[in-house]
């Protein structure tokens, strides 16, 4: 019994621990930007998943994804095909949250609550049939489809303000304010209805040897286990607990009062839940270091280097106006111009705060209009042509040498390229570029070369990339 209760004071330990440091990234991310704390996409392995399409098919991941999403999610799946749904009942910082709210609801009502079997039969498939939905989604839209619906995308902008979390995730904080209050009356309330990283792992979790088995012979039928689920398993009735909505927790085992009656087994060996938890916290965070320690785990914004040029897509909300002009090599006035910003707005102003000067202007709107009328590089815009030399100059042009006709570079394009980086490399708009690739309207302009052939099956984008550029 000495070693149950330290495996419950360690997982609370852990998961408060988690969520803590979870809720002090997302603090510091809307307080210094994303160039110095992570934002909850870098440290949601989801987000992983909504991207593997892109980093499969085009070699590139989706702009708010970094490389610790993947390996995040790598060690998420190592550990379910290892021990289960370890990583939900263990390890997740959004089903911590939810236990925080069910302990206080427990202490408020005095009792748990159970849905009726009516609504919580169907309503178990529901986290599977919106796994299908965003990752369909995501690959249709190459973005993350899910986070404006996502309730823990909401909770990691909380500190960004009501207004701004309101209008950026009107969706996710409705759902956020449901889960909170379904966790009050029903533990894990998320993780049992609406959860897809939840679905994925159950699925998975099928293939490991790791299982609560129940001895009948010794059992005393006290139902404690079955009381103490926070999915609602009867566990008292199993033989062996292999359902996928079971998420691992070993609560069942840890209130079990007859030694030997419910045992964790892995594969023919039994294990206790305190050595199970050791194993899971070693790999998670022993993969964490050790891929950090490689140089492999990133998890905020690199630097611009110096000459390198900005994409749209990779604009992100924390960056200043000035850096912004800067990334994409154009005059910050005409940055303002073009998104009718007023002068009074000062160029340290971020990103992500136009709406405020601006009503109606998200930076994703703020993007579009980007992509669409990119304009052109300072070094062209403040470069004089022939005839305002000749008007300068006037009747002393003897007195300095014609212009020099500027040698041109070679146009190198990449298949990586979005057609909006192209058309500002040609220096053309998007309707010749679309014109020149014959290719329809309803492309996003954010689309990779290489991936155009998913709206227009045939598209031969080496064939293309070749004529643009020898034909710039």
């Keep these: ?73 790598a060690l998420t799946v190592v550990i379910a095909i290892l021990f289960r749904r370890s990583f939900c009942g263990l390890l997740c910082p959004f089903g911590a949250l939810q236990e925080f709210f069910a302990k206080l609801g427990h202490t408020i009502f005095k009792k748990r609550f159970t849905m009726p079997a009516v609504l919580d039969k169907p309503m178990r498939y529901l986290k599977y049939v919106i796994l299908v939905l965003t990752v369909v989604m995501a690959w249709k839209t190459r973005g993350l489809w899910m986070s404006p619906y996502d309730p823990y995308a909401a909770y990691s902008h909380i500190f960004a303000g009501l207004a701004s979390m309101w209008a950026e995730f009107t969706i996710g904080v409705i759902l956020l304010v449901i889960t909170i209050l379904g966790s009050l009356l029903y533990d894990r309330f998320f993780c049992k209805y609406l959860c897809p990283m939840g679905g994925v792992l159950a699925i998975i979790g099928q293939l490991s040897p790791n299982r609560v088995v129940r001895n009948d012979s010794i059992c005393i039928h006290c139902n404690k286990c079955t009381k103490a689920c926070p999915v609602n398993i009867d566990v008292a009735k199993e033989t062996e607990v292999k359902k996928t909505e079971c998420i691992s927790c070993n609560e069942c085992v840890n209130v079990c009062p ?131 030399y000749v008007e300068e100059v006037g009747s002393h042009e003897w007195l300095a040498e014609p212009p020099k006709e500027p040698t041109k570079e070679p146009v190198i394009l990449k298949g990586y390229m979005p057609l909006s980086d192209i058309a500002k490399i040609l220096n053309i708009s998007m309707e010749e570029l679309y014109l020149r690739l014959k290719l329809p309207s309803t492309i996003p302009p954010s689309t990779i070369l290489k991936q155009v052939d998913a709206f227009v099956p045939g598209f031969d984008f080496e064939a293309e990339k070749t004529k643009l550029e020898s034909n710039p």
């Design 258 to 388: 007859k030694k030997g009656a419910l045992e964790n087994k892995f594969s023919k060996k039994i294990i206790s839940p305190l050595v199970i938890l050791i194993l899971v916290f070693t790999l998670f965070f022993g993969g964490i270091f050790v891929t950090q320690r490689l140089g492999w785990y990133s998890n905020v914004a690199a630097p611009l280097k110096e000459g390198e040029t900005l994409t749209i897509e990779a604009i992100r909300g924390f960056m200043t106006l000035s850096d912004v002009a800067t990334g994409l090599k154009m005059d910050i006035k005409d940055l303002y111009t073009k998104l009718e910003i007023p002068e009074s707005v000062p160029p340290t102003t971020k990103f992500k705060e136009l709406s405020t000067f601006v009503p109606g202007m998200t930076d994703e709107k703020a993007k579009e209009i980007l992509e669409k009328d990119p304009g052109k590089p300072i070094s062209q815009e403040s470069k004089p042509s022939e005839a305002s």
């Design 1 to 73: 019994m000495k070693k149950n209760k330290l495996f419950r004071w360690i997982r609370w330990i852990g998961l408060g621990a988690i969520f803590f440091y979870i809720s002090r990234e997302a603090y510091l991310h809307q307080k210094i930007g994303g160039a110095k704390a992570p934002s909850a996409h870098a440290l949601c392995p989801y987000g992983a998943l909504e991207s593997l399409y892109n980093l499969l098919f085009a070699g590139a991941y989706i702009q708010k994804i970094f490389i610790s999403a993947f390996i995040l999610l």
